[in-house]
């Protein structure tokens, strides 16, 4: 069936590191890949997302792109501030549907 | 524009008692749904809905209820509560956004049952 997977945190980094956080997916038709982040005590938001193949979404100075070959949407920003400290969660939905499916999510920790 | 809504925002209930929590949307989405969010297990999805009148169970439907009488409201019943319904609870709905759906989710409710 259609599922991502995303890697294991907690992750801790320093402010103004370099963050990645990856995220591969499943799925037998095409799927749009999304990122979400939840802060702490709130619900999820959208952070940004990619419909097709080689898209890049951006946002907040983080980035994503869609490989299809490595089946993967890894999540890169270059330089993370204090601010940045959330859950991130990965997540598809086939082109042709409406369910979504979410990773585990991963916890992003910055320390000044 | 209020998005999705959720009350109440906290809630602690003792084992057996039944609530309802309530989730509303403005968006006149026709696709809602409830997840469940527990550490290390990321949101499992509990029912569905992809319109007035027509609900679908998720991956842990066990123990909730759903109805879905108007586009705008679809409130989640726990008729007997269990210490294991202790999870934080999330709402969304999606909607087409170009040709793709995007989920909105709203605050969550944060659910003790002793």
């Known amino acids: 069936g259609d599922s991502v997977t995303q890697m294991e945190g907690p992750v801790t980094l320093s402010e103004e590191a370099f963050l990645t956080i990856n995220c591969t997916y499943t799925?037998?038709?095409?799927?749009?890949l999304f990122w979400y982040v939840q802060y702490p005590g709130e619900g999820l938001q959208l952070l940004l997302k990619?419909?097709?193949?080689?898209d890049k979404g951006s946002n907040k100075g983080f980035e994503a792109t869609y490989r299809k070959e490595t089946t993967s949407f890894h999540l890169e920003k270059g330089s993370v501030q204090v601010s940045d400290s959330a859950v991130y969660f990965c997540?598809?939905?086939?082109?042709?549907?409406?369910?979504?499916?979410f990773g585990t999510g991963t916890s992003l920790t910055v320390i000044p | 524009n209020a998005g999705v809504t959720q009350t109440p925002k906290f809630q602690v209930l003792k084992t057996g008692q039944s609530m309802t929590l309530q989730c509303a949307q403005d968006?006149?989405?026709?696709?809602m749904s409830w997840y469940r969010q527990d550490p290390g297990m990321g949101l499992r999805l509990i029912h569905y809905?992809?319109?007035?009148?027509?609900?679908d169970q998720g991956e842990v439907p066990n123990g909730y209820n759903v109805s879905r009488s108007t586009t705008e409201d679809f409130p989640l019943r726990l008729l007997s509560a269990a210490p294991s319904q202790t999870s934080v609870y999330f709402c969304?709905?999606?909607?087409?956004?170009?040709?793709?759906?995007?989920?909105?989710f709203g605050p969550g409710t944060r659910l003790t049952v002793t």
């Open positions: 968006m006149n989405h026709e696709y």
């Open positions: 799925a037998t038709g095409y799927p749009s």
């Open positions: 809905s992809v319109g007035a009148g027509i609900t």
């Open positions: 969304a709905s999606s909607g087409l956004a170009g040709a793709v759906y995007e989920q909105y």
């Open positions: 990619a419909t097709k193949a080689d």
């Open positions: 997540a598809l939905i086939m082109n042709t549907g409406n369910q979504f499916y």
